[in-house]
């Protein structure tokens, strides 16, 4: 079957590091999205790895090993307003989203 | 502008009723979806529809029919409502479903709760 799977709760601090780690099983593989989503709001695309390595984006970046089905968001300088649930997301062969269940960050002062 | 709008946002009713919720997006997206957010966070996909086709969760009851009267809406209407059915309800689109890098852009969402 397919699974996504992630921590379901951090805690870290303001100004810190955190990195959130997130392991996918699907039936062929066609990326991995992270999403961060606010308490009662929408999820809001952070980003997209296709290909093994680190993208980085500003205070976020996000790592790929697709032999090892591993992804992780590595969050920088952390803020009180990145408290929020980040949803790892892995797109199968028929392109659709195969979600997890989102890790809740929580940040303290 | 918004870019994907979901109305109502809250909807409180009672089991058995019909209801709909409609949505639409105005970034001439060619697919949109229905997504459900249970209590456990998890984001489930209902449908994914562009003008070509109709995919299906198998797992989404027949209850749930999504309505498309043109590319920029995607209506979702749930016919005798059970109390299983509160959840929350995401719209979204996205340029092409079959396009790798195609990012959903979601809507605010709309809290379900059957009594």
């Known amino acids: 079957g397919q699974n996504i799977d992630q921590p379901t709760e951090m805690t870290a601090t303001e100004g810190a590091i955190v990195q959130i780690n997130c392991t996918y099983q699907?039936?062929?593989?066609?990326?991995l999205f992270w999403y961060q989503q606010h308490a009662g709001e929408a999820p809001t695309f952070l980003s997209y790895?296709?290909l093994d390595g680190l993208e980085e984006k500003g205070r976020f970046s996000s790592f790929l090993s697709r032999s090892k089905g591993y992804s992780y968001l590595l969050l920088k300088e952390l803020q009180m307003k990145d408290s929020a649930s980040y949803l790892c997301?892995?797109?199968?062969?028929?392109?659709?989203?195969?979600w997890g269940a989102g890790t809740k960050l929580i940040i303290k002062p | 502008d918004t870019a994907v709008s979901q109305t109502p946002k809250y909807l409180v009713t009672q089991m058995g009723n019909d209801k709909s919720i409609k949505c639409e997006q105005n970034?001439?997206?060619?697919?949109m979806y229905w997504y459900k957010q249970d209590s456990k966070k998890f984001l489930k996909i209902m449908f994914s529809?562009?003008?070509?086709?109709?995919?299906i969760n198998e797992t989404v009851p027949n209850r749930f029919s999504p309505k498309s009267p043109d590319k920029a809406h995607l209506n979702l209407h749930i016919n005798s409502l059970e109390l299983g059915d509160s959840a929350v309800y995401f719209c979204?689109?996205?340029?092409?479903?079959?396009?790798?890098?195609?990012?959903?852009?979601f809507g605010q969402g709309t809290r379900l709760t059957v009594v």
């Open positions: 979204a689109s996205s340029q092409d479903h079959t396009e790798t890098k195609t990012e959903a852009f």
């Open positions: 970034l001439g997206h060619d697919t």
């Open positions: 529809y562009n003008n070509k086709e109709l995919i």
């Open positions: 699907t039936s062929g593989f066609n990326g």
């Open positions: 790895n296709v």
């Open positions: 997301a892995a797109m199968d062969s028929n392109y659709q989203l195969i």
